[in-house]
């Protein structure tokens, strides 16, 4: 196809869009604009050579008579049906009042509807000098002013503008945004995105000081035990971990919320507490109190330091929840009762009060036996954004043998066929459900957490996206008889809604 083909072809559709959008209006719904910010975006990325956002999808509201911006080019755009000289001077006199001249040095008004043959220059200048040159005949734009510029476009631009006005301009899309809009498609335009986050509430403080331990002692402690199993006996230490681990475990300290460097303890824990168990393996002489949001910031090391302390004491506070740490895997799962081995269920509430299943038992159909279980877990780490800190969460699962400890020789199998069955809304609801059972708190609930999270807010995202429309194919691969993974199930969409 040559150039002209191509602009014939954008002249056609592009007046279908002039006429939609008129019609539209005129009924009194004005859908249709917000449909056509988003479309315009390449287009005039393409025709003006900009780097466009969408402001409205965006969330930015400190600039509010501009649609479309381009940060980089210092160029903004309104967008607007309403093609009066009193639209454009409502608009100038806001860019103005927000002193929006320090962030774009050129403005465009683009009518999707047909523009004013004129529009009065000095009302117009009254309004924007002298922060803004504005030349109602070069910075008001419509869908012609468009059109006269395709003869100056590269052949490969032509294409790419003529590609997507077929599409967005078709019988088909047209029709379809008819039965849309008809039955009120901007209400449901808005969607609420959520992340996989939860704001993490760090205490104030955090504690160091130096260890104090009787080295030789622990040492004849150790001696005795590996003498007891025929191992050789041990000179020296030099790992300071090693011996923490030893005396912890002889005084019956099972707390995990402490990271060991250069031969100091760092913890939230308050060490001038003589009732705190960790004041019993230091040397209080050499206690430093430091404030938890000034340490992080002091340098990368004090913040490697303090990611280790969130991550050890989430894996203390998740215990008291039913959850072990997986060192190989660095997840955290449900932890099986070694006084009732089984499937186990928890309560938690979404819009109702559900059960979910968080260890499976996976019996082999045939022979009737145990294969593996099958534990629900996250994979954890932590992220620093605007000073506030965030636990992020990738829900996956963990399987285990017969035993319910060591890594079942079926987990990579079973992994990749539940890859399969996930599906956006899978991971919703895993998150949902994590977001709910890692903050919920009652009365019976341990006293001892020291990490409060908090629900991350879902944001804004418009136009609302349509998974069934845009997500790939799904994989199909046949499983054998053993493979007898299926969907989650009981986190469904009834549960939220």
């Not at 604009?33 to 509201?61: C, G, M, R, W, Y």
């Not at 997986?326 to 955290?332: E, N, P, S």
């Not at 994590?434 to 136009?463: T, V």
């Amino acid at each position: 196809m040559n150039r002209q083909a191509f602009i014939n072809e954008i002249i056609k559709y592009s007046s279908r869009f002039t006429e939609e959008v008129k019609q539209y209006n005129s009924i009194g719904l004005y859908d249709i604009n917000i449909h056509a910010e988003n479309f315009l975006i390449p287009v005039l990325n393409k025709t003006l050579d900009l780097e466009l956002e969408n402001l409205n999808i965006s969330n930015q509201k400190n600039f509010p008579s501009i649609d479309l911006a381009d940060f980089k080019n210092r160029v903004g755009i309104q967008i607007s049906s309403t093609s009066t000289t009193q639209k454009v001077t409502d608009t100038l006199d806001k860019f103005v009042k927000h002193s929006l001249y320090e962030y774009f040095d050129v403005v465009y008004i683009f009518f999707i509807s047909d523009k004013q043959k004129t529009y009065p220059a000095d009302k117009i200048n009254k309004v924007a000098s002298p922060h803004l040159q504005f030349d109602s005949k070069e910075h008001i734009l419509d869908n012609s002013d468009l059109v006269k510029r395709l003869s100056n476009l590269s052949l490969e631009k032509l294409k790419y503008l003529a590609r997507i006005y077929k599409h967005e301009f078709s019988d088909i899309q047209i029709e379809s945004r008819e039965k849309q809009f008809k039955s009120g498609y901007l209400e449901s335009e808005n969607e609420k995105l959520y992340s996989n986050l939860l704001k993490i509430k760090v205490p104030q403080k955090l504690y160091s000081a130096d260890l104090y331990l009787d080295e030789e002692l622990i040492i004849n402690r150790m001696n005795i035990y590996r003498e007891s199993k025929g191992w050789s006996s041990l000179k020296s230490i030099k790992d300071k971990g090693k011996l923490l681990n030893n005396e912890l475990m002889y005084q019956k300290i099972y707390l995990k919320d402490w990271v060991l460097r250069s031969g100091r303890l760092y913890t939230f824990r308050n060490l001038h507490d003589n009732n705190e168990p960790f004041s019993r393996v230091i040397d209080k002489g050499t206690i430093e109190e430091y404030d938890s949001n000034e340490y992080y910031e002091e340098n990368e090391d004090y913040l490697r330091i303090f990611k280790n302390l969130l991550r050890n004491t989430l894996i203390q506070d998740c215990f008291y929840k039913g959850l072990e740490w997986v060192h190989k895997k660095k997840i955290l799962r449900f932890k099986i009762d070694p006084n009732n081995r089984g499937a186990k269920k928890v309560m938690w509430v979404a819009k109702n009060k559900a059960t979910k299943t968080v260890i499976f038992e996976m019996i082999n159909k045939k022979e009737n036996h145990l294969i593996c279980y099958k534990h629900l877990a996250f994979k954890p780490s932590f992220e620093l954004l605007n000073k506030t800190w965030y636990l992020v969460i990738n829900s996956t699962w963990s399987f285990t043998n017969p035993g319910g400890k060591r890594q079942s020789r079926f987990e990579e199998t079973y992994l990749s066929g539940i890859k399969r069955l996930e599906s956006n809304k899978s991971i919703y609801y895993f998150y949902r459900f994590w977001s709910y059972y890692l903050r919920y708190e009652d009365l019976f609930s341990h006293k001892g957490k020291i990490l409060k999270l908090e629900e991350f807010k879902p944001l804004s995202f418009m136009p609302k996206l349509n998974d069934e429309k845009w997500l790939p194919v799904r994989e199909e691969k046949e499983l054998s008889e053993d493979d007898i993974l299926t969907e989650d199930t009981e986190l469904s969409q009834k549960l939220f809604d």
